[in-house]
């Protein structure tokens, strides 16, 4: 299972989004990086695509390359509300849940315990968003 976690890694707001990435990686190690027995990988994009702020064909790419992979079972991001509010429409069109607003530590721990609680679902992806909606 992936979670992607996108954030601007450069620019003004570089320094809180590596903290987000960090924090996101740092509670998934804690947890061992399974839960459920399932393997779980955080893979951290940067949504500034180089630039001083977020670019909206950087939250783009984003959105869409955790939609192309099939391990995707979260999307933690974006930082900038006008950023999530791009991104959530392409992340929640393939089923994914998408947590922002909160540190990564925080988002990467609600998306374990739904991953857990899902365990044995026929379909993950679906029963880790639902999990999240009802929260």
Request: net charge positive; with cysteine.
């Amino acid at each position: 299972m992936t979670v992607y976690v996108s954030a601007p890694l450069h620019g003004a707001q570089a320094a809180a989004g590596r903290a987000m990435c960090t924090g996101a990686r740092r509670e998934l190690a804690r947890s061992g990086r399974r839960t459920a027995g399932l393997r779980v990988r955080a893979v951290c994009l940067d949504d500034s695509g180089g630039a001083r702020r977020w670019s909206l064909a950087a939250v783009g790419a984003n959105a869409r390359r955790a939609t192309e992979d099939s391990t995707t079972i979260g999307y933690i991001g974006e930082l900038a509300p006008a950023a999530t509010r791009f991104s959530r429409p392409i992340v929640e069109s393939a089923g994914i849940a998408q947590l922002s607003t909160l540190s990564g530590r925080a988002a990467m721990a609600r998306l374990l315990r739904a991953i857990s609680e899902a365990s044995g679902s026929t379909s993950p992806r679906e029963a880790v968003r639902e999990d999240l909606s009802r929260r």
